[in-house]
Antibody, heavy 120, light 109 residues
């Protein structure tokens, strides 16, 4: 059974780049035909899909964030990563990684989430 | 872009009563709709996919219905552990996009 765990800095300065990693256990990220995704949730607010990467490397991003987002896969470490550039306080959120089994599918399972605060 | 709208924002229900949550899509999503439950400090948990199929381990008191643009999540008899925030989500097949509703909080009346 696949399990996910987010990791990365909990504090990022405004204008810098937020970088997070999701480590996959219970299966190989390169051999599974999944979409590996990132979702965020600002404190007290709802969920926002950030983007997803197919195991082949194709990426799909939320149009509202597309200009600042890069998602990549590191098969040697069984991880996928999120980079969000030029962050502001509005990017403060809990960031989740999650899996979808195909393009037209739901997110399951999810990681536990990690809080990233943007502040100087 | 498909916009998902949930109503009401907050639903006050007594334990043992039925709760009915609504979700509307700005354009047809067929049956490509999921429901999630989120409790404070926890990641969302998948309840329903395909608009009406319960995920593994989800109690039968949770049921989903609808297609196209109108969807409903019904909790037949609220238990104490069901008080939480519920999100609907559409998953478009191509190009892959995923959009969440803003959530409905189910609170104790």
């Amino acid at each position: 059974q696949l399990q996910l765990q987010e990791s990365g800095p909990g504090l990022v300065k405004p204008s810098e780049t937020l970088s997070l990693t999701c480590t996959v256990s219970g299966g190989s990220i390169s051999s599974s035909s999944y979409y590996w995704g990132w979702i965020r949730q600002p404190p007290g607010k709802g969920l926002e899909w950030i983007g997803s990467i197919y195991y082949s490397g194709s990426t799909y991003y939320n149009p509202s964030l597309k200009s600042r987002v890069t998602i990549s896969v590191d098969t040697s470490k069984n991880q996928f990563s999120l980079k969000l550039s030029s962050v502001t306080a509005a990017d403060t959120a809990v960031y989740y990684c999650a899996i979808t089994a195909m393009a037209g599918a739901w997110f399951d399972p999810w990681g536990q989430g990690t809080l990233v605060t943007v502040s100087s | 872009e498909i916009v998902m709208t949930q109503s009401p924002a907050t639903l006050s229900v007594s334990p043992g009563e039925r709760a009915t949550l609504s979700c509307r899509a700005s354009q047809s999503v067929s049956s490509n709709l999921a429901w999630y439950q989120q409790k404070p400090g926890q990641a969302p948990r998948l309840l329903i996919y395909g608009a009406s199929t319960r995920a593994t381990g989800i109690p039968a008191r949770f049921s989903g219905s609808g297609s196209g643009t109108e969807f409903t999540l019904t909790i037949s008899s609220l238990q104490s552990e069901d008080f939480a925030v519920y999100y609907c989500q559409q998953y478009n097949n191509w190009p892959p996009t995923w959009t969440f509703g803003q959530g409905t909080k189910v609170e104790i009346k």
